[in-house]
Nanobody, 114 residues
Framework: QVQLVESGGGLVQAGGSLRLSCVAS????????MGWYRQAPEKQRELVAT???????NYADSVKGRFTVSRDNAKKTVDLQMNSLKPEDTAVYYC????????WGQGTQVTVSS
């Protein structure tokens, strides 16, 4: 079992920044993919960004140039720096760990006001 705990969500005005953090515990192996997904009201969960053990990243087109994903394998953490936030970024953001059957955090709310 792997536990993922997110933090850092909140309310911010458009154009502002937030940093999300996720820390893993349990049967965690750093060589697996980690990342962030989000789900807005009445929409499907969608990929935001992923990062491999070696630091290769992948971003949704909608966040490229604004969001940056990073990880610290020793600390078992993955972060998401979100800049130039837009109202359409409003969603619950979930940390994801691809090991085993795949694991999700409980989610953290990000609300961007216009």
């Amino acid at each position: 079992q792997v536990q993922l705990v997110e933090s850092g969500g909140g309310l911010v005005q458009a154009g502002g920044s937030l940093r999300l953090s996720c820390v893993a515990s349990g049967s965690f192996f750093s060589f697996n993919l980690m990342g962030w997904y989000r789900q807005a009201p009445e929409k499907q969960r969608e990929l935001v960004a992923t990062i491999t053990y070696g630091g290769s990243t992948n971003y949704a087109d909608s966040v490229k140039g604004r969001f940056t994903v990073s990880r610290d394998n020793a600390k078992k953490t993955v972060d998401l720096q979100m800049n130039s936030l837009k109202p359409e970024d409003t969603a619950v953001y979930y940390c994801y760990y691809a090991g085993g059957r795949g694991y999700w955090g409980q989610g953290t709310q990000v609300t961007v006001s216009s």
